[in-house]
């Protein structure tokens, strides 16, 4: 069974700072991966999304990179503003009948200005 | 062009009565999914539909849940006899088509509570 863990549950950094945020999944059979924006009370919105043959993907200052052998997926967020603030969300594509996501805990990022 | 729609945005019952969850997927998606968030808990896959079909339910809740996605009009996500647990976001999304390259894209939500 499919597994998604994503560390840390939270995390609160002063505004400019680059970070990461950790992805972790038990079965390395998936098809995509993707990261995910949550704010409160909203819907999630898809940021990035990786293919099981590629290696990374880039949009602005955010990159994701994937490494399907050891199971991890990192999100980096360069420069971080105050509006980066949020939970993100990293789910994997498994094909088990049909294509379905299987999300992780998330982690709620603050951004202090 | 317009997103994942779902309404209603929030929906309060009392216990013992029905739920109807609609979502209006995004302009030529034809592959719609629902998705359950519990408080403090991640989301978790109900069901995946195509038009007039029911192609996965094995994230559903054996009784009183159903989904429908019929030829014309919203998908349909229907709960019978709510109880305190069914209180949670139920999150629509929808797909140009079922490859790995095809991301999924969300509605905000519908939260349920239970009185």
């Known amino acids: 069974k499919q597994e998604v863990t994503q560390i840390p549950a939270a995390l609160s950094v002063p505004e400019g700072e680059n970070l990461v945020l950790n992805c972790s999944f038990t079965d390395s059979a998936i098809y995509n991966l993707q990261w995910f924006r949550q704010d409160p009370g909203k819907g999630l919105t898809s940021l990035l999304l990786?293919?099981?043959?590629?290696r990374e993907q880039t949009s602005g200052r955010l990159n994701a990179s994937l490494d399907k052998s050891s199971g991890r997926s990192t999100l980096y967020i360069a420069a971080s503003q105050p509006g980066d603030s949020a939970t993100y969300l990293c789910a994997v594509v498994i094909i088990q009948g049909a294509q379905k996501l299987v999300f992780g805990q998330g982690t709620r990022l603050t951004i202090n200005p | 062009n317009a997103g994942v729609m779902q309404n209603p945005r929030h929906l309060v019952r009392r216990r013992g009565q029905e739920a109807r969850l609609r979502c209006s997927p995004m302009k030529g998606h034809s592959h719609v999914y629902w998705y359950r968030q519990l408080p403090e808990e991640g989301l978790k896959f109900m069901v995946y539909l195509q038009k007039e079909n029911i192609i996965d339910e094995s994230g559903m809740p054996k009784e009183r849940f159903s989904a429908e996605f019929p030829k014309e009009g919203p998908s349909i996500l229907r709960i019978q006899q709510v109880v305190r647990g069914d209180s949670a976001a139920y999150f629509c999304?929808?797909?140009?088509?079922?490859?790995?390259?095809?991301?999924?894209?969300f509605g905000d939500g519908t939260r349920l509570s239970i009185l």
């Open positions: 990786i293919q099981s043959s590629q």
């Open positions: 999304a929808s797909s140009l088509g079922s490859g790995s390259n095809q991301p999924q894209h």
